[in-house]
Structure formats: C-alpha cells, structure tokens
C-alpha cells in the first residue's frame, strides 16, 4: 500500500504546455504539501494546504497552482511551462500537529523541451 | 526566517559514527528541528526530530544546544546503506492566518560511507 502517491512519475512536455501532477496520500493525514527539487538538489517548499485551506505559498510563479478538492489530494496545475520548471516535484502530507515527520511520495521529474 | 546551513558533503567509513552539523542562526522561537534523509530517486525520510537538548531514536541521535542555533545529527556506526543526502529542516508550520507557515530546508549533506 502506497502511503504517499503522485502520477505521473516522468513527465517529458514543450515549452509553453499546461500540465499537471496529481498527489494523493491515504495516511489520513490532514496537511499536504509540494516542493520542488532542483538539479542541486535544494529543496524547496511551494505551498502546504491544511483541511483544503491553502496555509504555506512561497513565491512561485503564479502559472503555478495547487488545488485541493478532499483532504487526501493535493494536485499541482502549471500552465505555459518554461524550460526553469524542469526539476522533480515532490508531494508529500503530515498531521497538522506531527507537521515536522512528512511522508513524501516518490516524485514526478518533469523536464521541459 | 531561519536559514540553515549544512556542509554539503562528508565522507565516512563502515563502522564509524558520522556526525553532521547544521547552523540555523536565525531559529525562531517556535521552529522545531528536523532531519530528513533521501536517496537517489526517492522522496525524502524522515529521521529524527527535536526542540532543544538531546534526542534519541532507533536510528540516530540529535544533539541541540541552549541557545539552538545549531543541530546535530549523529549516526553510530554507519554502513554503505546509509550513503544518502541527509537533510536540515527549520520552521513552524504556522498557524491561523495563512502564508505565515515557513518551512526551510538546508542545501543537503551529501554523505558518502566507504567500504
């Protein structure tokens, strides 16, 4: 059983696509969250959504967007990609309490052409 | 906003205890300490985490002076299976009104355990 899922895992697509990646967790957990990795492999956090309210949203593009339709999703919509959103994306959720121990999902390597 | 700072790599042999720093000058009153873990092509995982003093699990011990502006990691006799980045995480979820929730992750030790 798959704690923390995200589909697809590889996405390969051209310059100014819209995209999306999906995330779903079955833990219960009641907060989930997207970073970004790069080729450095900082790690980033984009946004956190707590019971679908949207609580952590760093400054990224506003082409980025989550959108939480139950407590158990969070999927992340990018729209007109460009070449510098190439990087692994990473959903991961938490208890709100417990929000320091996050099971993450395996990633989704986006590369952009 | 508590940066962190990390060497970004250390090497290690089997058998010996690899200890990894993190600096978070700026740590706020209500950041909690955490250490991640990530192989290649995974997500990270957690390990460990604390707020002040001394914290023990299965694992891994987290050592965190008074004033906190450090941590440290502590990993007793590692093997080749621990070769991994391991990461520094700051911050406090943040609570009632939204985007006031940060959450920082240092650059990433790269460990690498020799044979």
């Known amino acids: 059983d798959t704690a923390v899922s995200q589909t697809p895992k590889y996405l390969v697509t051209q310059m100014g696509n819209d995209k999306s990646i999906k995330c779903e967790q079955n833990l219960g957990h009641d907060t989930m969250y997207w970073y970004k990795q790069d080729s450095k492999k900082f790690l980033k956090i984009m946004f956190s959504y707590n019971n679908k309210e949207l609580i952590i949203n760093e400054t990224v593009p506003n082409r980025f967007s989550p959108k939480s339709p139950d407590k158990a999703h969070l999927n992340l919509h990018i729209n007109s990609l460009e070449l510098g959103d190439s990087a692994v994306y990473f959903c991961?959720?938490?208890?709100?309490?417990?929000?320091?121990?996050?099971?993450f999902g395996p990633g989704t390597r986006l590369t952009v052409t | 906003l508590a940066k962190t700072t990390q060497p970004i790599s250390m090497d290690s042999y089997e058998g010996q205890e690899v200890n990894i720093t993190c600096s978070h000058n700026?740590?706020?009153?209500?950041?909690?300490i955490t250490w991640y873990q990530q192989f290649p092509s995974q997500g990270p995982r957690f390990i460990i985490q604390g707020y002040k003093t001394k914290v023990t699990n299965e694992v891994a011990s987290l050592f965190i002076p008074a004033d906190r502006k450090s941590s440290t990691l502590s990993l007793p006799r590692v093997s080749l299976s621990d070769t991994a980045v391991y990461y520094c995480?700051?911050?406090?979820?943040?609570?009632?009104?939204?985007?006031?929730?940060?959450?920082?992750f240092g650059q990433g030790t790269t460990l690498q355990v020799k044979p």
């Open positions: 991961a959720s938490s208890p709100w309490r417990d929000y320091y121990e996050q099971y």
């Open positions: 700026n740590i706020a009153t209500n950041d909690y």
């Open positions: 995480l700051v911050g406090d979820p943040g609570h009632g009104s939204s985007n006031t929730g940060k959450l920082i």
